[in-house]
C-alpha cells in the first residue's frame, strides 16, 4: 500500500469508496404542525418546492398527522416518539398524489424560546 501524500485526500486514493453525503429528506414544523421549512431532499421527495410548502399543514403530506398534536404539555407527543422508535410507517402523498411509505424521526428544538420540530423522512 502506498502511503498517502501531504495533502492528497482519501477519495483521490480509494475513488471507490467514495461515498456522497445527502441531506436527508426533513421538514421543520412548528408546533401546531405547520410547515417552517424544507430541505432540499424533502423538494424532491414531496414534488414541491419550498415556498409551495411553507405555511401548508404537514397534514397534507403525511394525512395520519392531522389528528395528532406533535406537541403536548410543552414535549414532544409521547405517541409521535413510541410511533417513531418502533418503526411505524407512514402514508405519504406526493405532489402527483403518488402514495408512498415511511419512517418518521422527530426531534424538538428549542431556540431562543421558540419551539420547533424536525421531522426526517425515511421513505422505506
Known sequence: ??????????S??????HVEWQEPP???????????DCSKTGEKLFGYSR??????????????LAEISLVKN???????????HCGHH??????????FMNELFFVLLDY??????RMIVQPC
Open 74 to 84: 410543552g414535549e414532544l407527543n409521547q405517541q409521535l416518539g413510541f410511533l417513531s
Open 12 to 17: 483521490e486514493i480509494y475513488p471507490s469508496s
Open 51 to 64: 415556498t409551495d410548502l411553507v405555511w401548508k399543514h404537514v397534514s397534507e403530506l403525511l394525512p395520519e
Open 26 to 36: 426533513a421538514l421543520t414544523l412548528d408546533e401546531r404542525g405547520m410547515i417552517c
Open 90 to 99: 407512514f402514508l405519504a402523498i406526493n405532489r402527483l398524489g403518488n402514495i
Open 1 to 10: 500500500m502506498i502511503p498517502a501524500k501531504e495533502g492528497e485526500a482519501a
Open 112 to 117: 431562543a424560546g421558540r419551539r420547533t420540530i
